[in-house]
């Protein structure tokens, strides 16, 4: 007789309830629940176009950044839709590039030391400096992820909930102090992940293609993790689909694309939002049976994908971490190392940024045309800390007639299909012990808020 | 309500209530120091929420801060609650104590902005150390226990401290459709939840303009019914901290006050703490001075956006926002909204999403500053001027936000 568990998850960003049907001790059917909505999509509608820029930002106080960035996207890509040019320099995208990439680092930072080490201390005590507040490598990661957003201060204005950037670049002006003042805080950070994170040279580090290289090599702190999720068997668990989903270029360590088997081009109209199990139908709330969330099943056709910084090693056809996926029959460590893996290569890249930046440039270029004679729909894309994130914007008499918001967490965390189950659901099924899926859960970074919005 | 009706603009530009008297004579600061005084002794002699928690002298040392950096905080800290500066060594002493006053933190219709806000604004900074040396019973996103734990924790946390502890609130709740929320293995919605913590609360502290008005859940048309706390809690003391995020320090500045005198900030009428919501940003603003000049960015990028000029015409609501933003700023005081030249968008005052945050509306047309009038009585008087310019000439932008926050007090009622 199977038996239904109803469990919530902590230590994510909002509120995120599991319910487990078990059957002969082992997990036969797994929802996740997003039981919070606040409705997003309905506010922006009848709003003035810019201020999509305001609102969006403040879907999620974790990845608000990664909102604006999309929500400016897909405004320019209105006007292009329009068939009127937009320029935007190579300063504001760059600007844009680093504020973005701050966002991210912090998110994989805080994620990897606050949701997901706390999980591994209820198996081997001796992980003492990892204790939450008390331990030193808790407070170091704290530290350190709250430093880099400090760059998002300096272009941005402040952090959470940044909203600087406009169609047709950004609003800040920075001067070369600020842009060294950026360039000391990277190079801080830096030191610390080489130092604590990897316990190596970065460039060492991006040289290394096999797993047994890297654990020779290494002494950092994602050794350690990796080595004890080994340890516990978390080699063969957590695999969700096959298939990863990336939908911008980020150069030079990200690129779009649809990846299942074999890699082709992302094409945005074959996604689709499904809302058979969610209480959202038809721009309405409904509560029938069958229903058991608010977060929708977004498709790429017809199939689930899972999206992130696996993907994006993935896609990006990374070798370490192709070998990583036929080392590990599960995906849960290599999700976790391609997470932290991120922080580095981002790191690097921001600093490039910030060197290449000519503050000679001007900041904003301002458009041709005012922003309330554009007509039509156009789409935002965005890398978040999360994976891909999609905007859709549909314009009419200067004002947003509606507003589509895809997340990366929707992707991975949302509801099922009639076919399939989401990724993360998937990825559970079959295991034997209730901690374990939760592991499994927090490796796809759970944020309910951005799941629902 | 009308919002651009003259009565209404010239409430929000002569606001009574947020008259604040920095300078209240000897008198009172004596009798007020006195009180401190028995207060905190009294704090002294309880022992700490939790035994085994450690020292503050520990704490500032693993965090590698100096009590020099303590110092400073604390003639900061002083500061922001206007009290004279003799008034820092109680300060100093309540900070230590803090570990007497039980917290309890839960999370509704949210985005975890204020958490993070809270958690890292830059650095670690004695703001954030107090927070984590407060006894935080209950906080989803940075406890270590999960699931039914925690949720056992919570439920002795209540049990325990039965009214004794501040119940902070983070986001909006949704009356108009329970749906919305609900958590817990016996499902509970978010009105029951906050109303059933609250019981027990010594005061309800609630953080972040969703939680404080109902911020952009309850934004126009309001999909879920959302309010704030004050709208759902009745019978307890209620302070707010509005803003998005809220500032981390207004938050400790709350806690340390009721360490202090065991009560609650002077409040305005929208129960926002004085010390931190008396004056608008525009007071103190580091562009002010370029607004008296008559000196205005007219186009993003442009020289005077080079030259830092006054944001008023590209749509800043500093004028009509309380908050002390220009002051303590954002992230450690790294920077501010203003100082990277974004306006401020109102992100503390009820419905600002509706009436404030677009993008230009109450700076739509040509104002005249006037620059001669000392920089007091420029306020009153520059409200007078969009006053009639609004009424003339605002854009078609202006006009559609107008109908939105017309049909949002419609809904509300």
């Known amino acids: 007789m199977a038996k239904v568990e109803k469990r919530i998850l902590n230590r994510v960003e909002g509120e995120v309830e599991l319910k487990l049907v078990w059957e002969k001790g082992r997990i036969k059917d797994a929802f996740i629940i997003a039981p919070n909505f606040r409705g997003f999509e309905f506010i922006l509608e009848n709003k003035p176009l810019l201020d999509a820029l305001v609102i969006t930002p403040r879907v999620c106080g974790i990845c608000g950044h990664a909102h604006l960035i999309a929500t400016t996207n897909a405004l320019e890509n209105l006007y292009r839709e329009n068939g009127y040019e937009i320029e935007v320099s190579q300063k504001a995208q760059l600007i844009r590039n680093i504020t973005l990439s701050c966002e991210i680092i912090q998110n994989h930072i805080r994620w990897f030391y606050l949701f997901v080490i706390p999980d591994f201390l209820k198996f081997n005590t001796d992980l003492k400096d990892f204790y939450p507040i008390k331990g030193e490598k808790w407070r170091k990661a704290v530290y350190y992820s709250s430093k880099i957003v400090k760059i998002i201060a300096i272009f941005g204005g402040q952090w959470p909930h940044t909203s600087y950037s406009i169609p047709g670049g950004v609003m800040c002006e920075p001067t070369q102090m600020e842009l060294m003042e950026a360039i000391s805080i990277v190079d801080n950070v830096l030191e610390y992940f080489e130092n604590d994170v990897i316990g190596m040279n970065i460039d060492d580090y991006f040289s290394i293609k096999f797993l047994e290289e890297f654990l020779e090599k290494s002494k950092g702190d994602l050794k350690k993790i990796i080595e004890e999720a080994i340890k516990l068997g978390f080699s063969d668990i957590g695999k969700a689909y096959d298939r990863f989903l990336t939908v911008c270029n980020v150069s030079p360590f990200i690129s779009q694309g649809v990846t299942r088997r074999k890699k082709c081009n992302f094409d945005v109209s074959k996604v689709e939002e499904i809302e058979t199990f969610s209480f959202l139908e038809n721009g309405k709330s409904k509560f029938s049976k069958g229903k058991y969330s608010w977060a929708k099943a977004p498709r790429y056709e017809g199939k689930p994908f899972e999206t992130g910084p696996l993907a994006r090693r993935i896609n990006n056809e990374d070798e370490l971490f192709i070998n990583l996926t036929k080392n590990f029959k599960g995906y849960y460590i290599p999700r976790i190392w391609a997470r932290v893996d991120e922080i580095g290569k981002i790191l690097v890249a921001i600093k490039k940024y910030l060197l290449n930046i000519n503050l000679n440039e001007p900041s904003y270029i301002k458009p041709k045309v005012d922003i309330k004679n554009l007509e039509g729909q156009a789409y935002g894309f965005c890398e978040a800390a999360r994976g891909s994130l999609i905007h859709k914007v549909i314009a009419k008499e200067g004002k947003i007639e509606k507003y589509d918001i895809i997340t990366p967490t929707v992707w991975n965390l949302g509801t099922r299909c009639k076919n399939y189950l989401s990724p993360a659901e998937k990825a559970i099924i079959g295991l034997s012990d209730k901690l374990k899926a939760e592991m499994v859960v927090r490796s796809f970074d759970v944020c309910s808020v951005c799941t629902t919005h | ?413």
């Open chain 2, 1 to 413: 309500m009308q919002f651009f009706s003259r009565e209404h603009l010239r409430s929000v530009f002569t606001k009574p209530t947020n008259y604040i008297n920095t300078n209240r004579g000897e008198a009172y600061y004596k009798a007020l120091y006195e009180k401190m005084r028995k207060r905190l002794d009294e704090l002294k002699a309880m022992s700490p929420v939790r035994e085994a928690d450690i020292k503050f002298e520990k704490m500032l040392d693993m965090w590698e801060l100096s009590r020099r950096d303590f110092l400073k905080w604390v003639s900061a800290t002083t500061a922001l609650l206007m009290l004279p500066p003799n008034f820092e060594p109680l300060v100093a002493e309540a900070a230590e104590v803090m570990n007497r006053v039980p917290v309890i933190w839960i999370n509704i219709q949210d985005c975890d902005g204020n958490s993070e806000a809270l958690l890292r604004s830059s650095a670690p900074t004695v703001d954030e150390l107090i927070l984590e040396y407060l006894s935080l019973e209950y906080h989803e996103t940075l406890m270590a226990a999960a699931g039914d734990q925690a949720e056992e924790a919570l439920e002795k946390a209540v049990h325990d401290f039965k009214g004794k502890y501040l119940l902070f609130v983070e986001g909006s709740i949704p009356v108009g459709m329970p749906e919305a929320f609900t958590i817990g293995r016996h499902p509970e919605t978010g009105v029951e939840r906050v109303q059933r913590l609250a019981k027990d609360a010594a005061a309800v502290i609630a953080v972040g303009a969703c939680a404080a008005f109902g911020g952009i859940p309850a934004a126009y048309p309001n999909p879920t019914g959302a309010v704030g706390v004050m709208d759902v809690v009745k019978g307890k003391p209620i302070v707010n901290i509005p803003a998005c995020p809220a500032n981390p320090t207004n938050m400790v500045g709350v806690i340390m006050h009721y360490v202090l005198t065991g009560e609650l900030p002077e409040l305005d009428s929208l129960l926002r703490p004085k010390f931190a919501f008396g004056y608008r940003i525009h007071d103190n603003c580091e562009r002010r001075a370029h607004f008296d000049a008559g000196e205005f960015v007219e186009e993003w990028g442009d020289e005077g956006a080079k030259n830092n000029f006054c944001l008023y015409k590209m749509g800043c609501k500093g004028p009509f926002t309380f908050n002390n933003c220009s002051i303590v700023r954002y992230n450690d005081g790294t920077n501010w909204p203003i100082g990277i030249g974004r306006g401020c968008i109102g992100c503390s005052e009820p419905d600002f999403w509706d009436k404030y945050a677009t993008e230009r509306p109450l700076a739509a047309s040509n104002i005249r500053p006037p620059g001669l009038n000392g920089v007091e009585s420029t306020v009153d008087q520059v409200g007078l001027g969009i006053l009639t310019a609004t009424v003339i000439g605002i854009g078609a932008h202006a006009v559609a936000s107008l109908v939105a926050g017309k049909k949002s007090d419609e809904n509300n009622q």
